[in-house]
């Protein structure tokens, strides 16, 4: 295994084994993510994600298994708040969770916070009448969340004829609200759901690249989640949809803040099924005739795609090892 490839995937799985399609109970999912955090491929393990209702529960299961253990393994968490389907609801909600969040217990720790939008929003049919329905929900969430805890905001379920729009919309207001704000760099991030258990939440790749340079443009931090258990963009004949690869999603990431790549560029990352393409050599990192040095490489690991989920830890890197990258 090569410095580039672990320079692109060092931390990036966020284990979220509670949720679907694998919808593990929180003690079998914390106790899959306790042993991954002994196994050799740990280095490509980012936060344990869990429901934010489940928060009490996960707190006893990690006190017993560092106890057990011998130890504090310094577990960091992600909390996954119920959100709403009205502003109001909403609102609710979020107090109830962060309360839960801000009594979990030190040493393991939630250092990122994630909720959806409330699906009021997709009401909303121009960037204007956005900005106004997001701008209190933000400034109650910045206020009330754990100061050091990333907040990661996702566009609510809408259209495919309009979901495009109000991605793109939500993150370049969540990139002018940080600004405004004066909050720190990466503070306010999003959360691009790229697949799900229907065919219908799959974005399409021009959805994909369109979204990646709108990311990258409004200098907006950002995670990725569903559908990404394959390297490699493939057909899901189950669901009826084709899932993007992460070593895509990465890849494209990194060639777009690299390069600075137009969508249609960043669409040819996306849709690449060749292993051939992506080269792991020391001491840079290559998709077809573009490069990024190991140094490029983390920059953009750090300040744009910090990770994304997966309700599987084993299909990624068993994925890998087969193409012969691990």
């Given amino acids: 295994m090569n410095d580039s490839l672990q320079a692109l995937l060092k931390g990036a799985i966020d284990y979220a084994g509670a949720f679907p399609p694998a919808s593990l109970g929180p003690e079998q999912a914390a106790q899959n993510y306790f042993q991954y955090r002994a196994a050799p491929d740990a280095w490509m393990l980012g936060r344990l994600v869990c429901p934010a209702t489940e928060l009490p529960a996960l707190a006893r299961i ?4 560092m106890q057990s253990s011998g130890g504090n393994d310094g577990w960091a968490v992600a909390a996954v708040l119920s959100g709403g389907a009205t502003s109001a609801e909403w609102r609710t909600t979020l107090a109830d969770d962060l309360r839960a969040v801000g009594d979990f217990p030190l040493p393991a720790k939630v250092d ?5 939008l409330p699906d009021s929003l997709t009401r909303a049919t121009s960037y204007g009448e956005l900005r106004e329905l997001l701008g209190p929900l933000l400034d109650e969430l910045a206020g009330a969340a754990p100061p050091a805890a990333t907040i990661f905001i996702e566009s609510p379920p809408a259209a495919e004829a309009v979901r495009g729009d109000l991605i793109c919309w939500t993150v370049k207001y969540l990139g002018e609200h940080q600004k405004q704000k004066a909050l720190p ?8 759901r790229t697949g799900g258990i229907t065919a219908q939440p799959f974005l399409s790749s021009v959805e994909l690249a369109r979204a990646i340079c709108v990311l990258r443009d409004a200098g907006v931090s ?8 394959h390297p ?7 669901l009826g949809a084709y899932a993007a690869g992460f070593v895509n999603l990465l890849s494209a990431a990194v060639m777009a803040g690299v390069h600075h790549l137009p969508d249609f560029e960043v669409q040819l990352i996306v849709e690449d099924e060749s292993a051939a393409s992506f080269q792991f050599g020391l001491p840079e990192f290559r998709w077809n005739g573009l490069s990024a040095t190991l140094e490029q490489v983390e920059s953009v690991r750090r300040r744009s795609l910090l990770s994304f989920g997966s309700c599987s830890f084993d299909e990624p890197r068993n994925d890998l090892r087969v193409l012969g990258w691990l």
């Fill in 232 to 238: 490699l963009p493939h057909y899901d004949v189950a």
């Fill in 222 to 229: 950002w995670k990725a989640t569903a559908g990404l258990h």
């Fill in 185 to 192: 760099a990466g503070k306010m991030a999003f959360k691009l």
């Fill in 62 to 65: 990690i006190e017993q298994q």
């Fill in 112 to 116: 990122a916070v994630e909720v959806a």
